[in-house]
């Protein structure tokens, strides 16, 4: 029990900071292994520049701008989720990951009651834990259900890099989730469009809306590279096996 509450402190705090930066600035992309994404940028955001004469005194607002908009920004929401797909690939796993952004809204109007705000973020985790269901998404959306105090999360919008497998996605029905947001089609196993379409299965309970190719050649790239690396090393691997083998049989000759 210490070492769980010791983990939920953790979380909190990180959640905090990441709440900071998103009020204060647009967060840069850490990568892990900067030579190879050197060449890589953070989704673009679409931000109002002021021209004309007077744009040096309108810098003066240019914070406020930014606030109003980022925090309304699918771009801005998926790049926190780019950072937790780089933390996975620092960690040999699959780069996935996920944010969890709570956006209460009135039930009549549905306009915004109050300003949206992260509430949990993860990453891939089944290599490091062992675990079937570690994926980004599904951990995140847990760790949203313990935040909130509720397993309903109506007012909860899941941007995630990759899209939902089957099971998550239907975690996301089950958890009454009012949005996902993903970047890079799974067209092998996604279940919110490419195989699938869970969200809006007549058949089933809960219907959700869904938005797909935010950041999209981002969330791509670098799963395109992750699994480019990996191949090569197997190759690397396969070789040095022959090579060793080869070498056995000629001493074992002499």
Not at 22 to 37: C, G, N, W
Not at 99 to 120: H, N
Not at 191 to 214: E, I, K, P, T
């Amino acid at each position: 029990m210490g070492e769980v509450s010791e983990n939920r402190r953790m979380i909190s705090s990180s959640l905090q900071r990441i709440s900071k930066t998103s009020r204060m600035h647009v967060p840069q992309l850490v990568h892990s292994d900067a030579s190879t994404y050197s060449d890589q940028k953070p989704c673009d955001l679409k931000i109002p520049l002021n021209k004309g004469a007077k744009g040096a005194a309108r810098q003066k607002n240019t914070f406020q701008q930014r606030h109003a908009i980022y925090q309304h920004s699918d771009e801005f929401y998926m790049n926190l989720a780019l950072e937790q797909a780089y933390l996975a690939r620092a960690n040999d796993e699959v780069p996935v990951g996920a944010v969890v952004v709570y956006a209460p809204r009135d039930r009549g109007s549905r306009k915004l009651i109050a300003s949206p705000q992260v509430i949990s973020f993860a990453r891939n985790r089944r290599e490091e834990d062992q675990d079937p269901k570690a994926h980004a998404e599904f951990l995140a959306i847990e760790e949203a259900s313990w935040r909130l105090g509720t397993w309903r999360l109506k007012d909860c919008i899941v941007y995630v890099t990759l899209e939902p497998c089957v099971m998550c996605a239907g975690l996301m029905i089950q958890s009454r989730i009012s949005r996902c947001v993903y970047g890079a089609a799974d067209p092998k196993g996604g279940a919110l469009g490419s195989v699938y379409r869970l969200q809006d299965d007549a058949r089933l309970n809960h219907s959700f809306l869904v938005s797909s190719g935010v950041c999209g050649k981002q969330c791509s790239a670098i799963l395109h590279d992750y699994f480019s690396a990996k191949r090569e090393r197997g190759k690397f691997k396969r070789k040095a096996i022959q090579i060793q083998k080869s070498a056995c049989k000629k001493s074992a000759c002499i």
